[in-house]
T-cell receptor, first 112, second 113 residues
Framework: NAGVTQTPKFQVLKTGQSMTLQCAQD?????MYWYRQDPGMGLRLIYY???????DKGEVPNGYNVSRLNKREFSLRLESAAPSQTSVYFC???????????FGQGTRLTVV | GENVEQHPSTLSVQEGDSAVIKCTYS??????FPWYKQELGKRPQLIID?????GEKKDQRIAVTLNKTAKHFSLHITETQPEDSAVYFC????????????FGAGTRLFVKA
């Protein structure tokens, strides 16, 4: 039982490049999330998917897009990376609203 | 907008002492309050949570208290051990439509042996 798996673990991009972060969960959870973590700012929600087929903006959605491919998979895309997007990104899933989240191992992204 | 304030940002205690981390939330509709522990370089992990219909919950050495009137909730760790050293995050969300979980900025706890 792998839980929540995200790839890649590390990535360096040049400004303007694009990339997709992949996330998959095997816990049959309905809800999935993408967060970014910056020093001293905790975890901020980028986008979430309450259930398969739906996605919604979180606190900091600008510069990102998401796709809920199926119940298991939720990807995050940076179309034109900027240095301000340098961060650690976490994917998470939960059984639904008002339930605790399980996190992936994180992706450390550096945009130069 | 909604926010969660967490204090202190850093806490240093001697092994065996207690540690208390406090959070205040602004959204009065919040009714689910999880706490996460994040060790250095690792993912956040849920350690305990509380819902608004209870005032206190305990799990071995950790306990959470909630004061809905004051919009305060706290994490208490007793008999601290070096392995408790980590960053702790509080969070708040609504039970209905509770997908937008708001996190506090975190408390770095050091337990000195």
């Amino acid at each position: 039982n792998a839980g929540v798996t995200q790839t890649p673990k590390f990535q360096v991009l040049k400004t303007g490049q694009s990339m997709t972060l992949q996330c998959a969960q095997d816990m049959n959870h309905n809800s999935m999330y993408w967060y970014r973590q910056d020093p001293g700012m905790g975890l901020r929600l980028i986008y979430y998917s309450a259930s398969e087929g739906t996605t919604d903006k979180g606190e900091v959605p600008n510069g990102y897009n998401v796709s809920r491919l199926n119940k298991r998979e939720f990807s995050l895309r940076l179309e034109s990376a900027a240095p301000s997007q340098t961060s650690v990104y976490f994917c998470a899933s939960s059984g639904g609203q008002g339930l605790g989240a399980f996190f992936g191992q994180g992706t450390r992204l550096t945009v130069v | 907008g909604e926010n969660v304030e967490q204090h202190p940002s850093t806490l240093s205690v001697q092994e065996g002492d207690s540690a208390v981390i406090k959070c205040t939330y602004s959204d009065s509709a919040s009714n689910y309050f999880p706490w996460y522990k994040q060790e250095l370089g690792k993912r956040p992990q849920l350690i305990i949570d509380i819902r608004s219909n209870v005032g206190e919950k305990k799990d071995q050495r950790i306990a959470v208290t909630l004061n809905k009137t004051a919009k305060h909730f706290s994490l208490h760790i007793t008999e601290t051990q070096p392995e408790d050293s980590a960053v702790y995050f509080c969070a708040a969300s609504r039970g209905i439509g509770g997908f937008k979980t708001i996190f506090g900025a975190g408390t770095r706890l050091f337990v000195k042996a």
